[in-house]
């Protein structure tokens, strides 16, 4: 079946616009989460939806970062004001119930280069 | 912040060798995750060792953990160049993973 679909690719703007990136998970899966990988580092936690909600966004780095989940499927995270420090690849994952340490299945990423 | 940190940062060897990394990680956890990653896109899942575990196989991989020394180490066997890529370990204590910065394995034909 389909895995988790992140878009666009890539996404280039200008400091101090508005971006929103997409997530797709995977047809059924309830937890949905959201990772930022800068270069040479490993993922970090950003949110995690179970369902429609925001269960845990203790990883969102301040109020410019905003993630809903509407209708418990595709997700959007939006950064507004970006700044050069935003630029990284965001990483979507879904997880089929959102069990604690349950296998998280990963997208392609959305890279993010602000300018 | 980073829970885990792999050791090395880096290797390269020979196609047929085996390449072994380790994992080190700071609290308690309940299970510990090994990833992969290609020119620094999507993860994919390799193998999930869960804390009451010591030791697991899948294919060519080997995982060990120690909850003692709070370590773990992934052994991937007879390597190949398709095996060139990022590792991760990402430990599990609640629902969020969480990451060390990566072994780069570059295997050489």
Same mark, same amino acid.
């Given at each position: 079946?389909? &895995?988790?679909?992140? #878009?666009?690719?890539?996404?280039?703007?200008?400091?101090?616009?508005?971006?929103?990136?997409?997530?797709?998970?995977?047809?059924?899966? #309830?937890?949905?989460?959201?990772?930022?990988? =800068?270069?040479?580092? &490993?993922?970090?936690?950003?949110?995690?939806?179970?369902? !429609? %909600?925001?269960?845990?966004?203790?990883?969102? $780095?301040? @109020?410019?970062?905003?993630?809903?989940?509407?209708? %418990?499927?595709?997700? !959007?995270?939006?950064?507004? +004001?970006?700044? *050069?420090?935003? =630029?990284?690849?965001?990483?979507?994952?879904?997880?089929? %119930?959102?069990?604690?340490?349950?296998?998280?299945?990963?997208? $392609?990423?959305?890279?993010?280069?602000?300018? | 912040?980073?829970?885990?940190?792999?050791?090395?940062?880096?290797?390269?060897?020979?196609? &047929?060798?085996?390449?072994?990394?380790?994992? =080190?990680?700071? #609290?308690?956890?309940?299970?510990?995750?090994?990833?992969?990653?290609?020119?620094?896109?999507?993860?994919?899942?390799?193998?999930?060792? +869960?804390?009451?575990?010591?030791?697991?196989?899948?294919?060519?991989?080997?995982?060990?953990?120690?909850?003692?020394?709070?370590?773990?180490?992934?052994?991937?066997?007879?390597? *190949?160049?398709? @095996?060139?890529?990022?590792?991760?370990?990402?430990?599990?204590? @609640?629902?969020?993973?969480?990451?060390?910065?990566? #072994?780069?394995? !570059?295997? +050489?034909?």
């Amino acid at each position: 079946g389909a &895995g988790v679909s992140q #878009t666009p690719s890539n996404k280039v703007t200008e400091k101090g616009k508005y971006v929103e990136l997409r997530c797709d998970p995977i047809s059924g899966h #309830t937890a949905l989460y959201w990772y930022r990988q =800068s270069l040479g580092q &490993g993922p970090e936690f950003l949110i995690y939806f179970q369902g !429609t %909600g925001a269960a845990d966004d203790s990883g969102l $780095p301040n @109020d410019r970062f905003f993630a809903v989940r509407p209708e %418990g499927s595709v997700s !959007t995270l939006k950064i507004q +004001r970006t700044e *050069r420090g935003d =630029s990284a690849v965001y990483l979507c994952a879904s997880s089929s %119930g959102g069990a604690q340490g349950e296998t998280q299945y990963f997208g $392609p990423g959305t890279r993010l280069l602000v300018l | 912040s980073q829970q885990g940190e792999e050791d090395p940062q880096a290797l390269s060897i020979q196609e &047929g060798e085996n390449a072994t990394m380790n994992c =080190s990680y700071k #609290t308690s956890i309940n299970n510990l995750q090994w990833y992969r990653q290609n020119s620094g896109r999507g993860l994919v899942h390799l193998i999930l060792i +869960r804390s009451n575990e010591r030791e697991k196989h899948s294919g060519r991989l080997r995982v060990t953990l120690d909850t003692s020394k709070k370590s773990s180490s992934l052994l991937i066997t007879a390597s *190949r160049a398709a @095996d060139t890529a990022s590792y991760f370990c990402a430990t599990s204590s @609640d629902y969020k993973l969480s990451f060390g910065a990566g #072994t780069t394995v !570059t295997v +050489r034909a």
